[in-house]
Protein backbone atom coordinates (compact mmCIF):
# COMPACT_ATOMS: atom_id res chain seq x y z
CA UNK A 1 0.00 0.00 0.00
CA UNK A 2 1.07 3.39 -1.09
CA UNK A 3 0.87 6.05 1.97
CA UNK A 4 1.51 9.32 1.03
CA UNK A 5 1.16 12.69 3.50
CA UNK A 6 -0.30 15.57 2.58
CA UNK A 7 -3.60 16.69 1.48
CA UNK A 8 -3.23 17.03 -2.29
CA UNK A 9 -0.83 14.37 -4.28
CA UNK A 10 1.25 15.84 -7.11
CA UNK A 11 1.89 12.98 -10.05
CA UNK A 12 4.81 14.49 -12.53
CA UNK A 13 5.57 12.17 -15.63
CA UNK A 14 8.93 13.29 -17.11
CA UNK A 15 8.79 12.23 -20.79
CA UNK A 16 10.06 13.49 -24.50
CA UNK A 17 8.06 16.36 -26.50
CA UNK A 18 7.13 13.28 -28.73
CA UNK A 19 5.60 11.33 -25.87
CA UNK A 20 3.33 13.88 -24.56
CA UNK A 21 0.39 13.05 -26.84
CA UNK A 22 1.35 9.36 -26.00
CA UNK A 23 1.48 9.65 -22.04
CA UNK A 24 -1.59 12.05 -22.41
CA UNK A 25 -4.10 9.23 -24.46
CA UNK A 26 -2.93 6.37 -22.08
CA UNK A 27 -4.01 8.60 -18.86
CA UNK A 28 -6.93 8.79 -20.73
CA UNK A 29 -7.73 5.06 -21.34
CA UNK A 30 -7.07 4.56 -17.40
CA UNK A 31 -9.77 6.95 -16.52
CA UNK A 32 -7.79 9.98 -15.55
CA UNK A 33 -8.95 12.54 -18.59
CA UNK A 34 -7.62 16.29 -16.24
CA UNK A 35 -3.82 16.85 -16.38
CA UNK A 36 -1.98 19.49 -16.99
CA UNK A 37 1.10 19.21 -19.86
CA UNK A 38 4.57 21.00 -19.92
CA UNK A 39 5.59 21.64 -23.29
CA UNK A 40 8.78 23.69 -24.35
CA UNK A 41 7.57 24.12 -27.59
CA UNK A 42 4.90 26.02 -26.34
CA UNK A 43 7.55 29.00 -25.66
CA UNK A 44 8.37 29.17 -29.34
CA UNK A 45 4.83 29.02 -30.55
CA UNK A 46 4.08 32.15 -28.31
CA UNK A 47 6.70 34.09 -29.41
CA UNK A 48 5.76 33.21 -33.06
CA UNK A 49 2.69 34.31 -32.41
CA UNK A 50 1.04 31.27 -32.91
CA UNK A 51 -1.52 31.79 -29.49
CA UNK A 52 -2.45 35.15 -30.66
CA UNK A 53 -1.09 38.85 -30.67
CA UNK A 54 0.01 39.48 -26.94
CA UNK A 55 1.23 43.00 -25.76
CA UNK A 56 2.96 41.61 -22.74
CA UNK A 57 3.21 38.28 -21.07
CA UNK A 58 4.32 37.11 -17.36
CA UNK A 59 8.20 36.40 -17.09
CA UNK A 60 7.80 33.27 -15.75
CA UNK A 61 7.10 31.91 -18.86
CA UNK A 62 9.98 32.02 -19.92
CA UNK A 63 10.94 29.38 -17.97
CA UNK A 64 9.28 27.35 -20.24
CA UNK A 65 11.77 27.27 -23.03
CA UNK A 66 14.31 25.34 -20.58
CA UNK A 67 11.48 23.36 -18.92
CA UNK A 68 11.53 19.46 -19.60
CA UNK A 69 8.70 17.61 -21.61
CA UNK A 70 5.78 16.63 -18.40
CA UNK A 71 2.56 15.76 -17.60
CA UNK A 72 1.01 16.61 -14.08
CA UNK A 73 -1.81 15.26 -12.24
CA UNK A 74 -3.67 16.19 -9.07
CA UNK A 75 -5.33 14.03 -6.58
CA UNK A 76 -6.68 14.69 -3.48
CA UNK A 77 -4.97 12.20 -1.07
CA UNK A 78 -7.71 9.72 -0.24
CA UNK A 79 -7.84 6.30 -1.59
CA UNK A 80 -9.25 7.00 -4.95
CA UNK A 81 -5.80 8.35 -5.10
CA UNK A 82 -3.66 5.24 -3.80
CA UNK A 83 -5.56 3.54 -6.50
CA UNK A 84 -4.85 5.86 -9.32
CA UNK A 85 -1.19 6.33 -8.29
CA UNK A 86 -0.46 2.51 -8.51
CA UNK A 87 -2.61 2.20 -11.77
CA UNK A 88 -0.47 4.96 -13.17
CA UNK A 89 2.87 3.56 -12.31
CA UNK A 90 1.78 0.65 -13.86
CA UNK A 91 0.71 2.49 -17.11
CA UNK A 92 4.04 4.40 -17.13
CA UNK A 93 6.06 0.77 -16.84
CA UNK A 94 3.64 -0.66 -19.67
CA UNK A 95 4.90 2.50 -21.81
CA UNK A 96 8.68 2.15 -20.37
CA UNK A 97 8.72 -1.72 -21.93
CA UNK A 98 6.83 -0.85 -25.07
CA UNK A 99 9.11 1.97 -25.90
CA UNK A 100 11.98 0.22 -27.94
CA UNK A 101 12.61 2.78 -30.24
CA UNK A 102 13.49 5.00 -26.99
CA UNK A 103 11.20 7.59 -28.14
CA UNK A 104 9.25 8.82 -24.91
CA UNK A 105 12.34 10.48 -22.81
CA UNK A 106 12.97 8.83 -19.08
CA UNK A 107 9.31 8.56 -18.13
CA UNK A 108 9.76 9.09 -14.51
CA UNK A 109 6.57 9.00 -12.26
CA UNK A 110 7.45 11.89 -9.14
CA UNK A 111 5.17 11.80 -6.55
CA UNK A 112 4.64 14.59 -4.30
CA UNK A 113 2.79 15.90 -1.87
CA UNK A 114 1.58 19.63 -1.59
CA UNK A 115 0.17 21.41 1.69
CA UNK A 116 -3.62 22.43 1.92
CA UNK A 117 -2.54 25.66 2.30
CA UNK A 118 -0.27 25.76 -0.64
CA UNK A 119 -2.87 24.13 -2.78
CA UNK A 120 -5.07 26.37 -4.07
CA UNK A 121 -2.76 29.09 -4.81
CA UNK A 122 -0.74 25.96 -6.91
CA UNK A 123 -3.80 25.28 -8.52
CA UNK A 124 -5.19 28.58 -9.57
CA UNK A 125 -1.53 29.35 -10.72
CA UNK A 126 -1.17 26.49 -13.16
CA UNK A 127 -4.66 27.33 -14.67
CA UNK A 128 -3.92 30.03 -16.58
CA UNK A 129 -6.43 32.38 -19.34
CA UNK A 130 -5.16 31.05 -23.17
CA UNK A 131 -7.19 31.83 -26.70
CA UNK A 132 -8.67 29.25 -28.84
CA UNK A 133 -9.06 30.10 -32.38
CA UNK A 134 -10.00 34.22 -33.50
CA UNK A 135 -12.65 34.87 -30.42
CA UNK A 136 -12.48 32.60 -27.43
CA UNK A 137 -10.55 32.72 -24.58
CA UNK A 138 -11.06 30.23 -22.09
CA UNK A 139 -10.85 31.51 -18.13
CA UNK A 140 -10.55 29.51 -14.77
CA UNK A 141 -13.86 30.89 -13.16
CA UNK A 142 -11.71 32.90 -10.77
CA UNK A 143 -9.75 34.97 -13.39
CA UNK A 144 -11.45 37.93 -13.77
CA UNK A 145 -9.18 40.00 -16.79
CA UNK A 146 -11.06 41.14 -19.69
CA UNK A 147 -9.63 40.56 -23.09
CA UNK A 148 -10.78 42.92 -25.50
CA UNK A 149 -12.01 41.41 -28.57
CA UNK A 150 -12.53 37.82 -26.90
CA UNK A 151 -15.50 35.54 -25.49
CA UNK A 152 -14.95 34.83 -22.18
CA UNK A 153 -15.32 31.27 -21.62
CA UNK A 154 -14.82 30.19 -18.06
CA UNK A 155 -14.04 26.15 -17.50
CA UNK A 156 -13.77 24.89 -13.97
CA UNK A 157 -11.02 22.67 -14.13
CA UNK A 158 -12.97 19.15 -13.09
CA UNK A 159 -13.59 15.86 -13.25
CA UNK A 160 -15.03 15.88 -16.98
CA UNK A 161 -12.93 15.81 -19.82
CA UNK A 162 -12.64 19.04 -22.18
CA UNK A 163 -11.19 22.01 -21.08
CA UNK A 164 -9.57 23.44 -23.90
CA UNK A 165 -6.09 22.48 -23.88
CA UNK A 166 -6.47 19.16 -25.59
CA UNK A 167 -6.43 18.88 -29.40
CA UNK A 168 -9.87 17.75 -30.05
CA UNK A 169 -11.49 20.16 -28.13
CA UNK A 170 -9.63 23.00 -29.62
CA UNK A 171 -10.54 21.87 -33.19
CA UNK A 172 -14.18 21.70 -32.48
CA UNK A 173 -14.06 25.07 -30.85
CA UNK A 174 -12.13 26.40 -33.83
CA UNK A 175 -14.81 24.86 -36.16
CA UNK A 176 -17.32 26.23 -33.86
CA UNK A 177 -16.53 29.36 -34.25
CA UNK A 178 -16.72 29.42 -38.01
CA UNK A 179 -20.19 28.43 -37.97
CA UNK A 180 -23.22 31.24 -38.16
CA UNK A 181 -24.77 30.36 -34.65
CA UNK A 182 -27.52 33.13 -34.37
CA UNK A 183 -30.73 31.96 -33.53
CA UNK A 184 -29.16 27.98 -34.06
CA UNK A 185 -29.75 25.10 -31.84
CA UNK A 186 -27.26 22.81 -30.77
CA UNK A 187 -26.34 19.15 -29.65
CA UNK A 188 -23.60 17.98 -27.89
CA UNK A 189 -23.09 14.16 -27.96
CA UNK A 190 -20.72 13.28 -25.41
CA UNK A 191 -20.63 16.74 -23.31
CA UNK A 192 -17.87 16.56 -20.93
CA UNK A 193 -17.49 19.31 -19.46
CA UNK A 194 -19.85 21.07 -21.59
CA UNK A 195 -17.21 23.34 -22.92
CA UNK A 196 -18.42 23.16 -26.62
CA UNK A 197 -22.38 23.48 -25.78
CA UNK A 198 -21.33 26.77 -23.91
CA UNK A 199 -18.86 28.19 -26.41
CA UNK A 200 -22.26 27.65 -28.99
CA UNK A 201 -24.54 29.50 -26.43
CA UNK A 202 -21.46 32.16 -25.69
CA UNK A 203 -20.88 33.04 -29.77
CA UNK A 204 -24.81 33.47 -30.47
CA UNK A 205 -26.57 29.98 -30.52
CA UNK A 206 -30.58 30.00 -28.63
CA UNK A 207 -30.26 26.68 -27.23
CA UNK A 208 -27.90 23.74 -26.10
CA UNK A 209 -28.80 20.18 -25.12
CA UNK A 210 -25.88 18.00 -23.92
CA UNK A 211 -26.06 14.44 -23.35
CA UNK A 212 -23.00 12.27 -21.50
CA UNK A 213 -23.16 8.45 -20.46
CA UNK A 214 -21.17 10.11 -17.42
CA UNK A 215 -22.76 11.46 -14.65
CA UNK A 216 -20.04 13.63 -13.44
CA UNK A 217 -19.55 15.06 -16.68
CA UNK A 218 -23.62 15.89 -16.78
CA UNK A 219 -23.16 17.67 -13.27
CA UNK A 220 -20.01 18.98 -14.22
CA UNK A 221 -21.26 21.02 -17.44
CA UNK A 222 -24.43 21.94 -15.22
CA UNK A 223 -22.07 23.93 -13.40
CA UNK A 224 -19.47 25.42 -16.05
CA UNK A 225 -22.98 26.73 -17.75
CA UNK A 226 -23.95 28.62 -14.46
CA UNK A 227 -20.93 29.95 -13.97
CA UNK A 228 -20.87 31.76 -17.89
CA UNK A 229 -24.46 32.75 -16.83
CA UNK A 230 -26.47 30.43 -19.91
CA UNK A 231 -27.94 27.62 -17.87
CA UNK A 232 -31.34 28.99 -18.77
CA UNK A 233 -30.52 28.48 -21.95
CA UNK A 234 -28.58 24.86 -21.43
CA UNK A 235 -29.81 21.32 -20.19
CA UNK A 236 -27.79 18.52 -19.11
CA UNK A 237 -29.18 15.00 -19.70
CA UNK A 238 -27.21 11.49 -18.75
CA UNK A 239 -28.32 9.09 -21.32
CA UNK A 240 -27.21 8.20 -25.11
CA UNK A 241 -28.40 9.56 -28.33
CA UNK A 242 -31.29 7.04 -29.05
CA UNK A 243 -33.32 7.28 -25.83
CA UNK A 244 -33.31 10.86 -25.44
CA UNK A 245 -32.79 13.10 -28.65
CA UNK A 246 -36.44 13.30 -30.20
CA UNK A 247 -36.30 16.99 -32.28
CA UNK A 248 -33.76 18.32 -35.00
CA UNK A 249 -30.46 20.54 -34.30
CA UNK A 250 -29.00 22.69 -36.23
CA UNK A 251 -25.30 21.80 -34.55
CA UNK A 252 -24.45 18.61 -33.50
CA UNK A 253 -20.96 18.55 -31.78
CA UNK A 254 -19.29 14.91 -31.13
CA UNK A 255 -15.64 15.02 -29.70
CA UNK A 256 -15.44 11.23 -28.28
CA UNK A 257 -13.73 8.55 -30.15
CA UNK A 258 -13.59 7.16 -33.71
CA UNK A 259 -15.42 3.93 -33.10
CA UNK A 260 -18.64 5.89 -31.22
CA UNK A 261 -18.54 8.29 -34.08
CA UNK A 262 -18.79 5.47 -36.31
CA UNK A 263 -21.99 3.95 -34.35
CA UNK A 264 -23.25 7.10 -34.07
CA UNK A 265 -23.26 8.38 -37.72
CA UNK A 266 -26.39 6.51 -38.66
CA UNK A 267 -28.31 7.70 -36.10
CA UNK A 268 -27.50 11.37 -36.10
CA UNK A 269 -30.13 12.68 -39.38
CA UNK A 270 -32.79 11.86 -37.49
CA UNK A 271 -31.31 14.93 -34.84
CA UNK A 272 -30.01 17.07 -37.56
CA UNK A 273 -32.26 19.77 -39.12
CA UNK A 274 -32.04 20.59 -42.90
CA UNK A 275 -28.85 22.53 -43.79
CA UNK A 276 -27.15 21.10 -40.31
CA UNK A 277 -23.64 20.91 -39.22
CA UNK A 278 -22.09 17.84 -37.99
CA UNK A 279 -19.02 17.99 -36.07
CA UNK A 280 -16.66 15.32 -35.31
CA UNK A 281 -13.64 15.24 -33.41
CA UNK A 282 -11.40 12.74 -31.47
CA UNK A 283 -10.61 11.20 -34.74
CA UNK A 284 -6.91 9.69 -34.64
CA UNK A 285 -5.28 10.49 -38.12
CA UNK A 286 -5.01 6.82 -38.30
CA UNK A 287 -8.82 6.46 -37.95
CA UNK A 288 -10.14 9.32 -40.32
CA UNK A 289 -9.92 7.08 -43.72
CA UNK A 290 -12.53 4.81 -41.88
CA UNK A 291 -14.62 7.61 -40.16
CA UNK A 292 -14.87 9.03 -43.39
CA UNK A 293 -16.14 6.26 -45.49
CA UNK A 294 -18.92 5.74 -42.67
CA UNK A 295 -19.98 9.10 -43.28
CA UNK A 296 -20.22 8.96 -46.97
CA UNK A 297 -22.07 5.79 -46.14
CA UNK A 298 -24.50 7.34 -44.66
CA UNK A 299 -24.88 10.35 -47.18
CA UNK A 300 -22.65 13.19 -45.47
CA UNK A 301 -20.27 15.18 -47.43
CA UNK A 302 -17.25 17.03 -45.97
CA UNK A 303 -17.08 20.67 -45.74
CA UNK A 304 -13.82 21.37 -43.17
CA UNK A 305 -11.22 19.32 -42.26
CA UNK A 306 -8.61 20.51 -39.71
CA UNK A 307 -6.05 18.74 -37.71
CA UNK A 308 -3.38 19.10 -35.22
CA UNK A 309 -1.16 16.96 -33.58
CA UNK A 310 -2.38 13.82 -34.98
CA UNK A 311 -6.03 14.28 -34.08
CA UNK A 312 -8.52 15.37 -36.96
CA UNK A 313 -11.95 16.80 -36.77
CA UNK A 314 -14.15 17.07 -39.38
CA UNK A 315 -17.20 18.70 -40.07
CA UNK A 316 -19.74 17.25 -42.26
CA UNK A 317 -23.24 17.74 -43.66
CA UNK A 318 -26.01 15.54 -45.24
CA UNK A 319 -25.82 15.30 -48.86
Request: proline share 3%; charged share 25%; glycine share 8%.
Amino acid sequence: MISIAGTITKIDIFTSQEGLDIVGNALEDIGQPTFIIVDPNDFDSLMEGKFGAWDYFDKSLTELRNAEASITIYLPNDEYCRNSIEEIQQMVERLKASDTAEILGRLDCVITSINDEDWDKTWKESCNPFPVGDKLMICPPWADERFEGKTILKIEPGQAFGTGTDETTRLSLEVLENINLGGKIVLDVGCGSGILSIAALLLGADSALGIDIDQVAVETATANAEINNVSNRAKYICGNLIDIVTEKYDVICANIIADVIITLLPQVPKCLAPEGVLILSGIIADREKEVMEAALKHGYTLTERREENGWVCLEVKIS
